[in-house]
């Protein structure tokens, strides 16, 4: 997807501490879209560039699960009656998190359960490699919510050269370590998968909440394609890299006060075009 220069009137507010107090602060209601990319339970300190690294340790499986749902919990209520809610993971949590998802949203709720098919990584001997992450889609009303279908090159040979629209498997290349889009905070995402995914999940002008945005991929994506976007990380270290990248400062209200800031974030009349299940 190109992205569309930056709309001087859409925003960005990056905020730090933890989401479970800053989301907790906040009454619902306002959010179009929440990106959810948290530690995958891989049992590893990742390291990215020049020191920056968060700790992804976990004694059990149910530890991990102990620290995602009340944060889960706290995010889900501020989606808009209409707003959605996409949650990156892999095969370690993925069960987890979709069953997390049910019970707070309603099985009813699930739209998709999306591959996110990437070329990189090691072959294994032992078993069939993995070579994708799993990002589940829930909505919050099991009968209306923003969709725009994104659109992807054809690979048939009886469409090539044509565009049609994307499937649940999204076949976006991952950021290679010599790639000018790397900024040194481990595992970033990819702009490209972001765009897609805002784009298609949350309307123009709407408000898209990542709760643990690392270096900011989803606030860049939510920027380029006129959607407001807030920012919430517990390390200084990856906000250091977002604000860099978005030219935007932390914000230094009081860590209380995500509700103020998504108050300020609310335009009149932003509302796009819905689809209905
Ligand atoms: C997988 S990374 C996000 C990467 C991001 N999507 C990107 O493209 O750069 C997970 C992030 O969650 C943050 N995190 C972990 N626990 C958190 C919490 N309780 N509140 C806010 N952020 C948290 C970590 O500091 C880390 O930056």
Not at 94 to 113: I, P, T, V
Not at 154 to 177: C, E, F, H, W, Y
Not at 242 to 267: C, K
């Amino acid at each position: 997807m190109v992205p569309q220069s930056p709309d001087p009137s859409s925003s960005v507010v990056l905020l730090e501490g933890d989401c479970l107090e800053l989301a907790g602060s906040v009454p619902g209601g306002p959010v179009d879209l929440v990106y959810l990319d948290p530690p995958f339970a891989t049992g590893r300190t990742h390291s990215g560039r020049d020191g920056r690294s968060f700790q992804d340790h976990w004694q059990t499986p149910a530890d991990w699960v102990e620290f995602i749902r009340p944060r889960l919990r706290e995010v889900v209520r501020l989606l808009a009656p209409t707003g959605a809610i996409l949650f990156h993971c892999d095969w370690r949590t993925c069960h987890h998190a979709r069953l997390m998802l049910e019970e707070l949203l309603g099985a009813d709720c699930f739209q998709n359960h999306l591959v996110w098919k990437y070329g990189l990584g090691g072959s294994s001997a032992r078993r069939f490699s993995r070579k994708h992450d799993d990002i589940l889609f829930f909505t919050r009303s099991a009968s209306e919510w923003y969709f725009d279908p994104p659109m992807v090159p054809a690979t048939s040979n009886r469409m090539k050269g044509m565009m049609k629209k994307a499937t649940d498997v999204l076949d976006v290349p991952s950021i290679n370590n010599m790639s000018r889009e790397r900024n040194g905070w481990p595992t970033q995402k990819p702009l490209a998968l972001l765009e897609l995914l805002v784009g298609a999940c949350c309307p123009p002008g709407g408000l898209v909440l990542d709760p643990m945005c690392g270096s900011g991929t989803t606030l860049e994506a939510a920027r380029n394609l006129q959607r407001r976007a807030v920012g919430i990380d517990r390390l200084p270290a990856a906000l250091e890299v977002a604000g860099r990248r978005l030219d935007t400062e932390v914000s230094d209200r009081p860590s209380s006060n995500l509700r103020q800031e998504l108050e300020e974030l609310e335009a009149p009349g932003r509302r796009g075009e819905r689809a209905s299940g």
